[in-house]
């Protein structure tokens, strides 16, 4: 890709792993720029990808869950993209753990794609950078693995990027009324019970978690299938695989999913010019009237409704695609 002219995905196919690095280093620091928000915008019309969420307790072993997802879909012939959201650090502002620890990946693969991002201090679980790259990944690889930082009340912001979301808890990790304090159990899909090797309390917490869904407002979380699954052994990871696609295959038509991504754009902007200009600044823009464009351009809208924002407001603070504002929580 070279610098002169607005890059394309059709570039970015051709540059590869090292050339989507480069695009997420420049979105972080982008600021607006017009060629990465032509090249968001494309991709959001562009998302071939399944987007699929892990969330849960840290601990509960996510990142084995998920090598074993990475292995099974490439056995299937799959590209996969994963991000990895951590814990920051304090001293560095980065990244705590970072992929090379928590995943086992082949890294010469050209169809596996791994990055983690620092949380920082957003709050619902995701980075601020998550979103964009989310849509950019999907429009490049067959799955995208969206694994975050932890959960609690606040941590549910998976439920409006991904397109199935996995819960996963471990063996006597607490009751029924636990998960429901969590409040986690209101968005997964599908739910997990890791660590099947330690049979008699893996069933023990498949029921809990059984007991925590059926208590639920919604009724369709008393529907959500309950796996137990042991990642090391790859035992239940088929079926777990099986569950996924099954769960993919009720999402709809093309159209379909088109109108709910559509939506999750929806919630990415108005929470991101919540969270820069306040509440006030979310009126003005709903006034402006450019809301109504996150459908089919989400990212140039952020920067129309910023620029908009910015000209009656001198004072107001420049957001900018992956430094100050969280997905939508």
């Not at 987007?51 to 012939?77: E, H, M, N, Q």
């Not at 753990?97 to 995943?103: E, M, P, S, V, Y």
């Amino acid at each position: 890709m070279t610098q002169s002219a607005a890059p394309t995905l059709a570039d970015l196919r051709k540059a590869g792993k090292a050339g989507l690095a480069r695009t997420l280093a420049r979105l972080e620091a982008a600021e607006g720029a017009a060629d990465v928000l032509s090249l968001l915008d494309e991709a959001f019309g562009d998302g071939r990808g399944h987007v699929i969420g892990i969330t849960g307790p840290p601990g509960v072993g996510k990142s084995t869950l998920v090598s074993a997802l990475i292995t099974t879909f490439r056995d299937a012939d799959q590209t996969v993209a994963v991000i990895a959201v951590d814990p920051s650090s304090k001293r560095r502002g980065g990244a705590l753990l970072g992929d090379r620890t928590r995943l086992t990946v082949d890294p010469e693969d050209p169809g596996i794609f791994v990055r983690s991002m620092a949380a920082r201090e957003e709050l619902g679980g995701l980075a601020a950078l998550t979103t964009p790259a989310v849509v950019l990944m999907r429009a490049l690889f067959d799955r995208v693995i969206v694994e975050t930082v932890g959960v609690g009340q606040s941590e549910t912001a998976i439920g409006d990027v991904a397109d199935t979301v996995v819960f996963a808890v471990q063996p006597a990790s607490g009751d029924s009324l636990q998960f429901m304090k969590a409040g986690i159990v209101e968005i997964p899909h599908i739910a997990v019970v890791t660590k099947g090797d330690m049979q008699g309390h893996a069933d023990r917490a498949a029921r809990e978690l059984e007991s925590a869904l059926q208590l639920a407002t919604d009724d369709a979380m008393a529907q959500v299938p309950i796996q137990i699954v042991s990642a090391p052994e790859r035992r239940g990871i088929d079926e777990l695989v099986a569950t996924i696609d099954h769960h993919r295959s009720t999402l709809g038509t093309p159209q379909a999913l088109r109108d709910a991504r559509a939506k999750q754009a929806g919630l990415w902007l108005g929470h991101r010019i919540h969270d820069v200009f306040g509440r006030r600044g979310l009126e003005r823009a709903r006034q402006h009237g450019i809301l109504d464009a996150a459908p089919l351009r989400p990212f140039r809208a952020y920067a129309e409704v910023s620029a908009a924002l910015e000209a009656n407001d001198k004072s107001t603070q420049s957001g900018t695609l992956g430094s100050t504002v969280a997905s939508p929580a």
